[in-house]
């Protein structure tokens, strides 16, 4: 081939490289030059103030709107406090972002005593209140997502009795996802269900009723460091009311749900299991934590192949008989403890009422601390595994009534002497384990 020829070939080449590049830039730009295809948009161009006087809703939803129908893509709200009066909704595949990139602060509402947060992103909720009941403050659809922002209630006073309010963020739909977002105060935090394969991550706040519900999941969903602590008050009257109602994660029906570094501080109940009316939870939880919980972790009903709990610590010490772990007469499932770690001058770290619960590998440093002679294991009722476990405190370990119906308990290390109670009138096999005499 000639020098020549190749000269030809190149020119042609060339001259096809740049028709496809003016195809393109056609295509993302006007007659003036400007993108015609740009999906993100600012509520600001759409009225929003953000200076927490002007009500901002209609603004928000305006520009959701409008990027929801251009077929998706992010609206932005940048730094400022907006006020919205009435309820927000996210259309399929869009991004309502604020500032932040990283878990919002709490911006020292409690320490400093500041009215509300001065930073950042912040949406005030005020539609709903005085009733659970009312359509949640932002609903988030398939492919939707809430990032960046802090959500506070102005009118939830810190020191009275919280004032009842519909879920603050409810996720509806495929693929919904809320990343990089503090709750600051609300009474119900999110109502994850009726979605699949939902994305909660790096989540803070203090929920006063009810954090984190999920049900109607069928496809896996994900749960990764949420974070529920008493940021907003804790005087007295609003807090103990907190501990006496509170439930910080609850779990209805949902299959292979992944749960990973989540924790909760000064709830009625940390994580609690329950059968709705679509069924039962099982999944896999991973460094999860309660602390100064009435019950850290209660299971009313889980499913047959049941709930690995890895890595965990939980920590109960107040209200009116702390305990770790209630897992009800009722339950049928399994609910494996591995490697987790129980303390706090609790009562019991367990009472095992049915299915089969295991603990492995565990660390049980308090318990019966009236001295009452309460065991750390109290099991009425289903099968019970306790093995390769260490129990800190000299006082009784386990209890077994005539209604176990097996129980191994073997390979364990205890501090004191052996105080075991066996009344099964099962097949329970005891042995091998390491008493401290001294």
């Known amino acids: 081939m000639t020098r020549d020829v190749w000269a030809t070939r190149g020119r042609q080449w060339m001259a096809v490289v740049t028709l496809m590049a003016l195809l393109c830039v056609n295509v993302l730009y006007g007659a003036e030059g400007e993108s ?3 999906s993100t948009v600012s509520v600001r161009d759409h009225g929003a103030a ?48 604020g500032v932040f990139r990283a878990v919002p602060s709490h911006a020292g509402i409690r320490d400093a005593g500041q009215p509300r947060p001065d930073s950042g992103t912040v ?75 939902h994305l909660i ?73 329950i059968e709705s009316e679509n069924g039962v939870c099982n999944g896999n939880f991973l460094g999860i934590g309660a602390d100064d919980c009435w019950v850290a972790l209660e299971v009313d009903k889980c499913a047959p192949f049941g709930l690995l709990i890895t890595n965990g610590e939980f920590v109960s010490f107040h209200g009116p008989d702390p305990t770790m772990i209630a897992v009800a007469e009722e339950n049928r499932g399994s609910v494996r403890f591995v490697n987790c770690a129980f303390w706090g001058p609790n009562n019991q770290i367990a ?21 009452e002679g309460r065991h750390a294991i109290q099991a009425t009722g289903g099968s019970l595994i306790v093995r390769g476990c260490e129990f800190r405190a000299d006082a009784p370990q386990v209890s077994l009534t005539a209604d176990v119906r097996r129980a191994v308990i073997t390979g364990n290390l205890f501090s004191g002497s052996a105080r075991i109670a066996d009344a099964g009138a099962g097949n329970v096999q005891i042995g091998l384990n390491s008493a401290d005499e001294d």
């Open 36 to 38: 015609v295809s740009d």
């Open 50 to 97: 953000g200076d927490g006087v002007a009500d901002d809703t209609q603004a928000f939803q305006a520009a959701m709107d409008a990027v929801g129908e251009a077929g998706g893509g992010i609206v932005e709200a940048p730094r400022g406090t907006y006020r919205i009066n009435g309820t927000l909704t996210i259309p399929a595949s869009v991004t309502l972002e």
């Open 123 to 197: 949406l005030l909720a005020y539609a709903g209140a005085g009733s659970e009941e009312g359509e949640p403050f932002i609903t988030i659809g398939s492919n939707a997502t809430l990032r960046g922002v802090v959500v506070f209630y102005p009118e939830q006073a810190p020191d009275e009795i919280p004032t009842p309010y519909p879920w603050t963020i409810a996720m509806r739909r495929n693929n919904p996802s809320i990343i990089d977002v503090e709750l600051l105060n609300p009474y119900n935090g999110i109502d994850c269900t009726r979605n699949q394969r």
């Open 201 to 273: 991550r790096n989540v803070q706040g203090q929920p006063l009723r009810r954090g984190i519900y999920v049900d109607s999941i069928y496809d896996i969903g994900r749960i990764e460091n949420v974070h529920w602590n008493p940021w907003f008050s804790m005087k007295e009257k609003l807090f103990q009311w907190q501990m006496e109602h509170g439930e910080a994660f609850i779990f209805g029906r949902t299959d292979w749900q992944y749960v990973l570094n989540t924790f909760c501080f000064g709830y009625r109940v940390g994580y609690r299991f």
């Open 351 to 371: 009472k095992v009422g049915g299915g089969t619960v295991g603990f492995s590998d565990c660390t049980f440093v308090q318990w019966d601390r009236n001295r």
